[in-house]
C-alpha cells in the first residue's frame, strides 16, 4: 500500500509561544512536528503546537513522540493534547537521559503541582516513557540519533522510511567539532528542518545560546545535499514582516531554503 510522505509544522517558533497581529503568518507556537511516513505517525517535540494536533490526521491508535530535550518550549503541548484525552490512545515517548534524569522524569518535572494539577496518569490516554537508544524502529521507519550542541543536551534526529528522510537539528550549536558529523548525517536528506534563530548580526551576543543563525542553517542544508530545507525555531519576538526579509536574503543564496511557518505541509 502506498503512503503519503508528509511533514507538517506544527509549531515553528522557538523559546516561548507569541501572538498578536505581527506573528499571524509565521505563527506562534513552539516546536512540534508531524511525519507521516511508511504508514507511521510521528511526532518531533511536544511544544505548544502539540496542543493544536488535529485528531483526524492521526489514524491509527498509535502515536509516537521524540522529544529533541525536555526545554519547555519543545514539552508545552504535551499535557494539552488532544489525542491523549482518548483512552485508546497509546503514546509512546522516547527521550534521552539528561543529567542523571530519565525522559518521565523529565516530563514529570513539568506535569506535576505546582507547575500543572495533574500527572500524565490523569490523562485518558497511555503514555508510555523509553530511553532514547542511538536508533530504533517504528514499524517501517527507522530513527537515527546524535547528540547536538546545546546547554543540557539535546538529541539531533534522522527519521527514514519509504525511500524519504528527514532530519532535525534544532537548539544545536553548529560548533566546528560537530559540522563535520552533522554534515554526514543529513547527508542528502529530503527535509532538513533546521533552527536559524538568529541574525548574523545578533549572533556575537547570542552565540553561547546554544542555536544558530539562518545562514548557517541554510549552509548546512546545502552542504548536506538537502533537497529542501526550512528554518525553525524563529525567535518570539520576530515579526512577519522581518521573516519575509530574512527569508528573502536566505533563498537569494539558497533557493532550495525557506522559513517555515505553522500547519505549513511539506510533500516529501
Ligand atoms: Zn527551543
Ligand atoms: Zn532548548
Avoid at 168 to 176: R, V
Avoid at 229 to 248: G, K, Q, Y
Wanted: charged share 20%; hydrophobic share 40%; net charge negative.
Amino acid at each position: 500500500m502506498e503512503h503519503k510522505s508528509t511533514v507538517t509544522l506544527l509549531g515553528t517558533r522557538g523559546s516561548m509561544p507569541c501572538s498578536g497581529k505581527e506573528y499571524l503568518r509565521y505563527g506562534g507556537r513552539t516546536s512540534c512536528i508531524l511525519v507521516q511516513l511508511a504508514g507511521e505517525t510521528l511526532l518531533l517535540d511536544g511544544g505548544s503546537g502539540m496542543a493544536f494536533l488535529k485528531p483526524k490526521s492521526v489514524p491509527s491508535r498509535r502515536l509516537t513522540l521524540l522529544l529533541t530535550h525536555a526545554h519547555v518550549d519543545h514539552l508545552l503541548g504535551l499535557p494539552m493534547c488532544p489525542l491523549l484525552t482518548e483512552k485508546d490512545m497509546i503514546l509512546d515517548l522516547y527521550a534521552a537521559t539528561r543529567d542523571g534524569r530519565s525522559g518521565e522524569q523529565q516530563v514529570r518535572a513539568l506535569m506535576q503541582p505546582p507547575l500543572w494539577p495533574v500527572g500524565p496518569e490523569a490523562l485518558p490516554a497511555a503514555i508510555r516513557f523509553h530511553e532514547l537508544p542511538a536508533s530504533l524502529d517504528i514499524g517501517a521507519v527507522h530513527v537515527d540519533t546524535m547528540p547536538g550542541v546545546h546547554p543540557g543536551g539535546v538529541t539531533v534526529y534522522r527519521v527514514s522510511g519509504a525511500g524519504k528522510s528527514v532530519v532535525l537539528a534544532t537548539d544545536c550549536t553548529f560548533t566546528e567539532d560537530l559540522l563535520p558529523i552533522l554534515r554526514e548525517f543529513a547527508k542528502d536528506c529530503d527535509l532538513l528542518l533546521c533552527d536559524g534563530q538568529y541574525s548574523e548580526e545578533e549572533w556575537a551576543s547570542r552565540s553561547s545560546f546554544g542555536h544558530n543563525t539562518w545562514f548557517a542553517a541554510a549552509k548546512l542544508g546545502q552542504d548536506c545535499g538537502a533537497k529542501q530545507v526550512r528554518i525553525i525555531h524563529h525567535a518570539p519576538d520576530r515579526t512577519d514582516d522581518e521573516l519575509d526579509a530574512a527569508a528573502n536574503v536566505v533563498s537569494a543564496r539558497c533557493p532550495n531554503c525557506r522559513f517555515g511557518y505553522d500547519e505549513e505541509v511539506i510533500l516529501l
